[in-house]
């Protein structure tokens, strides 16, 4: 059956190609990235490497929150159905930047992007259910023993390295707590860590060294969660490529769900999830 699938990140790395895989499986497959030049290239690309006419483009950054909002907003307005969220953005940034709102870009592009994106499709995705959440993690969240919560959102204190991981046990952290909001709606939410991966990040990282495995590895481990009737069961769960396993204690402990949630609904101003189970059809 022919889903809808926004794969947030998707002109570059992993996302590009789970973009093409989901939709060479005939998948309606809804693109995002940030420049909007590249964006119609590989839109161009990927349409002629699958021959399909259902892949659509959308543009946001991701450190902006209006801009994401505005990006749930266009995909609500023109789809009537959304199957599959997957949060695949990210970035790591070598050197500290601040988005709007003095939060560090990492912060506001790994976490709180993936966060409100969940909040403002909540409504749709529901309406869908059966639908999932899938949220691009890391392994790097186990380096993390403690958080610094004074120097969050805005890392003054920054270590580009400790930035990207605190970020990644956010999301592990929230993806556990969102599966507890999202009980009896139809919809799942679950973390990956796709691999360590050749992409524009690792580079980052490596400062231009080459290193990690091709993309598509990454990719079948996003796609396996967001179609495979196995983790179609799971809600909560942390997988390492394409296996389900416990993430770290830290992310696990219920007192730092908590704590990463409140961040979240405090910063982007989501402070009410609206009851899903009203959503559903």
């Known amino acids: 059956m022919e889903q809808t699938i926004l794969v947030t990140g998707s002109t570059d790395g992993i996302g590009k190609v789970t973009a093409r895989a989901l939709s060479r499986q005939g998948h ?4 995002h990235g940030r420049d909007p030049g590249k964006g119609r290239r590989v839109l161009a690309e990927l349409e ?12 946001a950054d991701l450190s902006v929150q209006e801009r994401v909002r505005d990006l749930a907003e266009e995909i609500a307005g023109a789809y009537d159905r959304l199957d599959v969220l997957i949060n ?10 601040v988005a709007p709102g003095g939060i560090e870009t990492t912060f506001a592009v790994n976490f709180l992007a993936q966060f409100l994106l969940a909040h403002e499709f909540l409504p749709l995705l529901a309406r869908s259910a059966p639908a999932r959440i899938v949220n691009v993690a890391s392994i790097a969240h186990r380096s993390v023993r403690s958080i610094d919560w004074e120097n969050l959102p805005g890392f003054p204190d920054y270590d580009a390295y400790d930035a990207y991981a605190v970020s990644k046990v956010g999301v592990v952290a929230f993806t556990a707590r969102l599966a507890r909001e999202l009980e009896g709606t139809g919809v799942t939410a679950n973390s990956l860590h796709p691999g360590v991966i050749e992409t524009k990040l690792l580079r980052a ?3 231009g060294r080459d290193g990690g495995a091709p993309p598509k590895k990454g990719a079948e481990a996003e796609v396996h969660l967001a179609l495979s009737p196995d983790a179609g069961k799971t809600s909560g769960g942390y997988f390492e490529e394409s296996r389900w396993t416990r993430p770290s204690s830290l992310a696990l402990d219920p007192v730092i769900q908590e704590r990463f949630w409140e961040m979240g609904s405090s910063l982007t101003g989501a402070a009410r999830w609206a009851d899903p189970k009203a959503y559903a059809r």
């Open 28 to 31: 309606r497959v809804l693109l």
């Open 88 to 97: 695949n953005a990210g970035v790591f940034m070598p050197e500290r930047e």
């Open 205 to 207: 990282y490596t400062h």
């Open 48 to 59: 002629a490497a699958t021959g399909s006419d259902r892949l659509d483009l959308f543009i």
